[in-house]
């Protein structure tokens, strides 16, 4: 945090904040050595009651499920007042259609956001569509049409993160 951060900082959203990114108890440790520069204590109370409701949109089954899929760790233990099992299911689910998606192409080192970027240009170029609203298709359409049906059956089948 910067020092006008700790200055304006209502430590109840910045709990809500820290929740719902997966961050640890520990994580206020951080915010304290920080603010210790300008002498904001954080407010213990008020962060530990905003985390706790961010990590109501962090523990969900599709989170866990995005995390697995986008090849991020899951410390299920932040969760620990949630269904860990359907949380731990959802992850692996994810992390199954990251390796799978592995086997289909070569991985480069790329962000998922230059990844999408770089497949919508790609999807535009081919269709001729400056939108893909417009033509009722995707640059995620075209590219799973290329998909073996096996692959695409087996995804749906054993990959659904909300069961």
């Given at each position: 945090m910067s020092k006008n951060e700790c200055l304006a900082a209502n430590w109840e959203d910045v709990g809500i904040r820290d929740g719902a990114d997966g961050r640890p108890e520990e994580y206020l440790i951080q915010h304290s050595k920080a603010c210790?520069?300008?002498n904001i204590v954080p407010d213990r109370g008020a962060w530990s009651h905003g985390r706790e409701q961010g990590l109501d949109r962090f523990c969900v089954p599709y989170r866990a499920y995005q995390l697995g899929e986008?090849?991020?760790g899951f410390d299920v233990a932040i969760c620990r007042n949630y269904d860990q099992d359907r949380l731990f299911s959802a992850y692996e689910k994810g992390r199954d259609v990251n390796r799978l998606g592995g086997q289909l192409a070569p991985s480069t080192a790329r962000?998922?956001?230059s990844t999408t970027?770089?497949?919508t240009r790609t999807?535009?170029?081919r269709s001729g569509s400056r939108s893909a609203s417009a033509s009722g298709n995707s640059p995620t359409s075209e590219m799973t049409r290329n998909v073996p049906s096996k692959t695409l059956a087996y995804v749906r089948a054993?990959?659904?993160p909300h069961g």
């Open positions: 210790a520069k300008v986008n090849g991020y962000s998922p956001a970027a770089s497949m999807w535009r170029r054993t990959c659904n």
